[in-house]
């Protein structure tokens, strides 16, 4: 087998993908210092309450743009195919290493798809809630009402998701880390997490 280490992510999809995690985390310690009494410790850590509250909603929004160029970027691969249905339905078996009986997975899992999916969807409502919050005078009452309750139930969603999507990067699959800042995985990582993929680059 070749030892030629394969491209796994370009240069532009790195860089969006680092700019949407970066605004994310912005967007997300700056919302829980705002969000709760017992958390406004954290406003103190990014400039104190009323750059905090300046400059959040901003965040939100530069998070969106970014998750907005990364998804133009991925939406045409991140379509569940017949192999995500089955692997979906075995995924319990992937949860605890048993990959015998898995279906080979293609650049992404049918994981990995899910989140892209769930991530995509809290960014939109998060940013739909953001704008009525940030802009409450030209919305009527109802929407105000309702984007107060989905913007922290988005947000608390969207973090859940990112803490797993961060255990998966790093602690569960390692060699992931390496592909989002280098770009560059071996073949052996590429053949045991993405068969498909392997193939189809390496053309074996
Ligand atoms: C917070 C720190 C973050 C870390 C450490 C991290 C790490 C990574 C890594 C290592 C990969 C490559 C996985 C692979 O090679 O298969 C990846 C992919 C990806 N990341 Fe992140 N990421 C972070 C935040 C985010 C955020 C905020 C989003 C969007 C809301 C995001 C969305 C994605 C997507 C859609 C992919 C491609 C599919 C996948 O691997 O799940 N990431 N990330």
Redesign the pocket.
């Given at each position: 087998m070749t030892t030629k280490s394969l491209e796994?992510?370009s240069f532009a999809e790195r860089v969006s993908?680092?700019m949407?995690?970066l605004?994310?985390?912005y967007a997300a310690f700056t919302g829980l210092a705002l969000w709760s009494p017992r958390l406004f410790w954290l406003a103190g850590v990014f400039g104190g309450g009323e750059t905090v509250r300046a400059w959040h909603p901003w965040g939100g929004l530069f998070?969106a743009l970014a998750?907005g160029v990364?998804f133009r970027r991925?939406v045409g691969q991140?379509q569940l195919d017949e192999d995500d249905e089955i692997w979906l339905a075995k995924s319990h078996l992937y949860a605890q290493h048993i990959e015998a009986g898995m279906p080979e997975t293609g650049r992404?899992?049918a994981?990995?798809?899910m989140?892209?999916w769930l991530?995509?969807a809290s960014?939109f409502f998060l940013l739909l809630s953001g704008l009525v919050i940030w802009f409450p005078e030209v919305a009527p009452r109802s929407a105000r009402l309702i984007a107060i309750l989905l913007h922290p139930i988005c947000a608390a969603v969207?973090m859940g998701?990112?803490m797993v999507?961060?255990y998966?990067?790093?602690l569960a699959?390692p060699?992931?880390?390496g592909?989002?800042?280098r770009g560059k995985?071996s073949p052996g990582w590429a053949k045991s997490?993405?068969g498909k993929w392997f193939r189809e680059v390496s053309g074996r």
């Open positions: 796994r992510f993908h680092w949407s995690a605004c994310f985390l998070f998750l990364m991925w991140m992404f899992n994981g990995q798809k989140m892209f991530q995509s960014a969207s998701g990112i999507h961060f998966m990067s790093t699959v060699g992931s880390m592909a989002m800042i995985v997490h993405h």
